[in-house]
């Protein structure tokens, strides 16, 4: 199972950023992805889910600023940050959850400059 976060960076406040998630063949189409959180010696927070479906789910605190899509072409998700804000920097992380299990990738990180 190869989970692989990658576009993290340093974003302008009210700026915008997309992270990409490159997933698995064995797990992509059936498992929900979603995309996670973690700054300072915060508790790690969702930040957006998607089903195989196409049904999403996101944090309060992200949405209508924060897009999470499924690529089946090339077995990705994405997570399309807009209006950046300084609250939003954090280590980054993919997940695959399904049948009891649950996998992640390494983080990605995001700065926000004020």
């Known amino acids: 199972v190869q989970l692989q976060a990658f576009g993290g960076g340093l974003v302008q406040f009210g700026g915008s950023l997309r992270l990409s998630c490159a997933v698995s063949?064995?797990?992509?189409?059936?498992?929900?992805m979603g995309w996670y959180r973690q700054a300072g010696g915060n508790q790690r927070e969702l930040v957006a889910t998607?089903?195989?479906?196409?049904?999403?789910n996101y944090a309060d605190s992200v949405k209508g600023r924060f897009t999470i899509s499924r690529d089946n072409a090339n077995m990705a998700v994405y997570l399309q940050m807009n209006r950046v804000k300084p609250e939003d920097a954090a280590y980054y992380y993919c997940?695959?959850?399904?049948?009891?299990?649950?996998?992640w990738g390494k983080g990605t990180l995001v700065t926000v400059s004020s």
């Open positions: 998607i089903t195989s479906g196409g049904s999403t």
């Open positions: 997940s695959a959850k399904g049948f009891g299990v649950e996998y």
């Open positions: 063949r064995s797990i992509y189409s059936t498992y929900i």
